[in-house]
DNA sequence: TATCGGAAAAATATCCAACTTTTTTCAAAT
DNA sequence: ATTTGAAAAAAGTTGGATATTTTTCCGATA
C-alpha cells in the first residue's frame, strides 16, 4: 500500500478495501494482469475474505479487474487495444455529455466550471513542482472533477456513471504518462484555459474539439487538430 | 420464481440467483423501488446471505438494483425519467457500434447477422400466436441477440458491454409493452426486414436511422421519422 | 524426449452461526 | 404535532468449516 489512506470516517469495509486497491491498481502497484488471490490480498489489504470477494466483485463492474467463474480474479490488462477502447468510450461519453450540459447548464453549473478549473489549474502547478505520489493524486481527482462538472448538467444519470468508471479505467494510463514525464503541461494549461472560455461563452463546436484533443493528450494519442 | 430456471449446468450460486432474480424483476414480479431485504430473499431465492449479497451488489453494478450503503437494496425504479435515460443510452452506443460494425464487419459477420434475425423472426412469430412468458422471453432473448450481433464486429469490447448493460435495463419496459398489447408487430416485422436490408448493403445511413427508429418503438417513444 | 494421466496442493465458492453497528420503527413524553 | 429514546430489524462483518474446481507436479508410457 502507497500510503494506508483509509478514510475511516463513514466507509464500509468494502468500500475501504476498494479505494485502497483501486489506487494501488491505478498507481501500478498491482501490475496489469496480476492474479489477485483472495487469501493473499485479505492479508495484505485486512477485511474478510468475504469482503475481498465482494471487493473484487465490484471493482470487475468497474472494469478495474477481471473475474473469470470459478478461476479468481486478475488485474484487468493495460494493452493498446484497451487504451484505445477506453480512449473511444470517453471520447463519446464525455463529449455527450459536455454537449447537453452546454445546452442545459444555468448559472449555477457554469460557476461549478469555473470552480473545477481553478482548483484544477491550482493541482497542474502543485504537481509541476512536486512530483511525488500525493500531489500526482491530488491532481488527478482534480482533473476528474472537473470532468465530472462539465458532465454534471447533462442530464443523464446514466452517462455520468458511465463516463466516470471510463476515467476510472484511463487513471493508470495518465498516471503512467505523468510518471514517465510525458505530459506537456504548458499546452496542457492553455488547451485548458480556451477550453474553460469556449465552454462559458457556450461555443459548442470550439468546446467538443478541445475537450477531445484534451482526452486524447491525456492518453498520450496523436492529435486530431493540428 | 416464474419457472424455475435453474440451469444446473455449469453457473456458479451467484451467477443462478442473479439469474433468476434478473428475470423476475424484468417481469415485474419484483417491482420497481421494492426493498430487497437479504434474508427475505435468501429464503426465496436460496443460497446463503453472502451469496446473496454478492448478487445483490453485482446487479447493482447491472443498473438494476440501486444499493445504498448500509441501507441495502431495492429494484431500480422505473420512471419516465429512468426510460427516457435509457433510451439515450441504448441509441448512443448502439447506433455507434453499428456503425463501426458496418465499417469492420466482414462476411462472417453478415452470416451471423442474418441468422440472428431469421431466428428473431420466428420467435415474433411465437410471440404473436403464444403470448405466455416462456415464449415472451424466448422473443425478447432473441431481439438481444440481433442487437448483440449487430454490434459484434465493432471491434470495442466495453461498447459491446455498455449495450448489452443497458440493453438489460430496458427489458422491463420492452415487456410491459409486451404485456399490454401495444407493440405493432406488423411494422415490426417491416422495419427489422428493411433494417436488415440496410445493414447487408452497409447503407449506414438508413441502417443507423431504421436502428433509432427499432429502439425508440421498443421503449414506446415517439418516432422521429414519419 | 515428449506427453499423458492422475494424485496432491492450491485456490475458489459456498454455507453456517455468531457478533457489531447502523437504520428503522414505534410508543411515550413534551 | 413534534421530539426523544429504547426496542426491533436489518445490514455489515467475521471466523471457521466444507465442497468443488483448478492448477501443479511427478512418474509412467510411447
Redesign the pocket.
Known sequence: MLFGGRKED????????ASAIRRDISFGVLPPDE??????L?QAY?????????T??MMAAEGLVE???????RVMSATQDDLEDILLMRLQTEKLGLKRSMDRGDVAWESNVVAAFHTLSRAEVAVVSRPDDVTALEWDEACRAVSETLLSACGSRRLIQMAGKFYNQSRRFRLALLREGRIDFAARAQRLERLQAAVLSRDEFAALNLLEDDIRADLGARQTTA
Open positions: 463513514d466507509e464500509t469495509v468494502v468500500a475501504m478495501l492474479k489477485l488471490k483472495i487469501e493473499a485479505r485486512g477485511g474478510s475474505n468475504h469482503s475481498m470477494s465482494e473484487l466483485r473475474a473469470t467463474s470459478q478461476r479468481g480474479f
